[in-house]
Nanobody
Framework: QVQLVESGGGLVQAGGSLRLSCAAS?????????MGWHRQAPGKPREMVAT???????HYVDSVKGRFTISRDDATNTLYLQMSNLKPEDTAVYYC?????????WGRGTQVTVSS
């Protein structure tokens, strides 16, 4: 069973930065999955924020382009999300996802709150 554990969330003022981490219980280099960050704000559906493949192809939702950077460290089986110039609308629970066809795995989430 794949386990994903997120960390790094917290309370930050608008314009600030945070770095989220997601530790995977499997080797993400051995069987290349697609990994990503998703978020869910209160009363809203979960949305994809950023994804990264083993070939280092990265995709971002338009609202975070230029502010967020997704990266992965295959040596430590860790996924990162560097978030800069945070806005109140970035407030949400952020979830780590690992997709290894045909299964998709989720972490329990980490809360990010951006105050204005």
């Amino acid at each position: 069973q794949v386990q994903l554990v997120e960390s790094g969330g917290g309370l930050v003022q608008a314009g600030g930065s945070l770095r989220l981490s997601c530790a995977a219980s499997i080797s993400i280099a051995s069987i290349p999955p697609v990994m990503g960050w998703h978020r869910q704000a209160p009363g809203k559906p979960r949305e994809m924020v950023a994804t990264i493949t083993s070939g280092d192809n990265r995709h971002y939702v338009d609202s975070v382009k230029g502010r967020f950077t997704i990266s992965r460290d295959d040596a430590t089986n860790t996924l990162y999300l560097q978030m800069s110039n945070l806005k109140p609308e970035d407030t949400a629970v952020y979830y780590c996802n690992l997709y290894q066809a045909p299964k998709s795995y989720w972490g329990r989430g980490t809360q990010v709150t951006v105050s204005s």
